[in-house]
């Protein structure tokens, strides 16, 4: 059986937690190490012993904190890295879509060889440079056809936008 892993968004979420997280052991970290060091000056001369130990600890909580703080900018690179995949994929999904529209339309364009012939290569082009799975171009069909209704809508209302404003130019 196949184990099932998570989703990019998932995945940036769980980021995102973890990036917090990191945060507020950074805040508790710096507020440890000021407690420390306030200890250090204000006792080294009636508790040597116990300032010695304290500074002791606070070396080391500060190479703690500072490999804290270069964990939450990884997280942070990470984070930043996730969200551009995810939104280069629903770009990309969407280009997809408009791509398998405008061969929808090419039918329409038979009649006019130059036209059909630069749509064709468009559309190779396009998953020439693209390698997508055959689920996304499958599923890109289907809203292709969406995409197509509505940019007719669209162009049917800018016809009648030019055709009002030649009849109002005219009278």
């Known amino acids: 059986m196949k184990k099932r892993g998570k989703t990019l968004a998932e995945l940036l979420i769980d980021v995102r937690i973890l ?9 508790r970290m710096r507020n440890r190490l000021e407690t420390y060091n306030d200890v250090v000056i204000r006792d080294i001369s009636s508790f040597p012993h116990l300032s010695k ?23 942070e690179i990470l ?16 280009a997809v879509s408009v791509v398998e529209a405008i061969k929808l339309l090419k039918e329409n364009f038979n009649f006019m060889p130059e036209i059909s012939v630069s749509l064709d290569e468009i559309y190779n082009n396009f998953y020439i440079n693209v390698d997508l799975p055959k689920e996304i171009k499958i599923n890109a069909k289907e809203e292709a056809r969406n995409i197509l209704a509505d940019a007719e809508k669209i162009a049917e209302k800018r016809r009648d936008q030019v055709y009002n404003q030649g009849i109002s130019s005219t009278i």
């Open 19 to 27: 990036r917090n997280k990191v945060q507020h052991v950074i805040v």
């Open 53 to 75: 130990m304290v500074a002791q600890e606070s070396e080391v909580l500060e190479g703690v904190l500072e490999r804290l703080l270069t964990l939450e900018v990884m997280l």
């Open 79 to 94: 984070e930043i890295k996730i969200e551009t995949i995810i939104y280069i994929g629903n770009i990309v999904t969407s």
